[in-house]
């Protein structure tokens, strides 16, 4: 029988790939401060950390904050045609609701951000709660966001899985005492991830189904 009551997400590199629109919205920021564009294979790697640390690792000669302005300008202009479900997102999320299990997004992304994309991809009606560094004293790697989804949906540490991507999510949800799967989606490969020690290890959202309700054979 699945022990798990309560399904919480990362959003980048978890359930959406959404590299090519963060990428776009950096470069736009590297163009405008007269520097070099950068791959998308670099910058998938320092996604994760929330929107000012990102600045400060592409552009630590400038004003993290004020190249946070000029990149959500710029990202609505590239975030829904850029941005795109993971395979076996939609799959996973309509079995979790099927079976009557919340699941919730826990995200360094900007909140508002992380809102409208679950609308413009539809899955919104699958996610009891949405969170993000505004809505919290501290980011992930700080439990904070964990224990408020939790704490929105009633829901025990016990009871209670997270689904990431990367260290940070390992990190955050040791912090906060819950179990953590991870998935080599996003921004750290397969052995970055299994140097970590998650809980579980799989290669992708498909993966997580099959463990959280496998198939009974006669």
Same mark, same amino acid.
């Given at each position: 029988? !699945? ?13 959406? &790939? ?7 919205? /950096? !470069?736009?920021?590297?163009?405008? +401060? ?9 910058? +998938?790697?320092?996604?994760? =950390? ?10 630590? &000669?400038?004003?993290?904050?004020? !190249? ?13 045609? *850029? ?23 826990? $995200? ?11 609308n413009s991809l #539809?899955?919104?009606? =699958?996610?009891?709660? %949405?969170?993000g560094p505004e809505? /919290?004293? *501290? ?11 939790? *704490? ?5 540490? $016990?009871?209670?899985?997270? %689904?990431?991507?990367?260290?940070? &999510? ?26 970590a020690h998650p809980? +579980?290890?799989? #290669?992708?959202? #498909?993966? %997580? +189904?099959?463990?959280? =309700?496998? %198939?009974?054979?006669?």
């Amino acid at each position: 029988m !699945n022990p798990y009551r309560c399904v919480l997400f990362d959003f980048d590199g978890t359930l959406a &790939d959404s590299y090519a629109a963060i990428t776009a919205s /950096v !470069n736009h920021v590297l163009h405008y +401060r007269g520097k070099p564009e950068l791959p998308e294979s670099i910058v +998938r790697t320092k996604v994760g =950390f929330g929107l000012q640390q990102l600045m400060k690792d592409l552009l630590p &000669d400038s004003d993290p904050e004020e !190249n946070a302005v000029i990149y959500r300008q710029h990202h609505p202009s590239v975030m829904f045609s *850029h941005t795109r479900l993971l395979p076996g997102a939609i799959e996973l999320l309509q079995r979790l609701k099927e079976e009557g299990i919340p699941s919730g997004v826990c $995200s360094n992304k900007p909140q508002a951000i992380t809102r409208q994309l679950v609308n413009s991809l #539809n899955v919104a009606e =699958f996610f009891s709660v %949405v969170m993000g560094p505004e809505d /919290v004293p *501290h980011p992930k790697p700080a439990p904070d966001m964990l224990l408020a989804a939790m *704490h929105r949906l009633s829901k025990e540490k $016990s009871e209670t899985l997270f %689904v990431g991507d990367m260290t940070i &999510d390992l990190e955050t949800a040791r912090a906060a005492g819950v179990e953590v799967w991870l998935v080599a989606t996003g921004s750290h490969d397969w052995d970055t991830l299994e140097k970590a020690h998650p809980d +579980r290890l799989l #290669n992708d959202l #498909n993966s %997580v +189904r099959h463990h959280l =309700f496998p %198939v009974l054979l006669a």
